[in-house]
């Protein structure tokens, strides 16, 4: 009888230890697939931005001295940026730590996390800073970035909060 119950433990152990590892498994493969909807009106296939007059949009590509922590995507100035998912939002994301006075007028944008991934905004004018959203709501504008770098593809930059490379997810 005592041999018959530890079996009994010993069994529904292993089926709840496979199931915990299918689950999480599961999740893992699930947030594999994570794609970001259409950010902007103008760009439903969340077109890259290339490279231009200021430099290259890629995850990686050379800022001066440092490197671009983000990966752009083409955004017109004054365009409507959209919820990718499901997200809530989580207050100011800035992009310039010391903005010159041109830099101020882009110097905006918000955290965002969903769908297990926390990532910002950058030069976006949210309507509003806190709260949830569902995809493809309005989340607010693109600031006018030409008035600051003139010629360049105006765009919003996707960064994630632990400055990982966000491609995989376009
Ligand atoms: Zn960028």
Known sequence: MKVAIVLAVLVSTVVST??????QEKLRH????????A?????PTNQKRGCD???CGNYGAKRGSRTHKGLDIVCNDGATVYAPFDV????KAVPYGSPSDLQKLINDGVNL????????L????????????????RIGILHPMQRVYRGITSHTHVQ???RSDPTKYF
């Open 113 to 120: 996390s969903g769908e297990g991934l926390c990532f910002k």
């Open 160 to 162: 994630m909060c632990d």
């Open 53 to 55: 007059v200021k430099g």
């Open 30 to 37: 699930e947030r594999s697939l994570v794609k970001f909807g």
């Open 88 to 91: 809530q939002l989580n207050g």
């Open 18 to 23: 496979d199931q915990l590892f299918g689950h």
């Open 122 to 137: 950058f030069y976006v004018k949210p309507d509003k800073y806190r709260g949830s959203l569902k995809k493809g709501d």
């Open 39 to 43: 950010l902007c009106s103008g760009n």
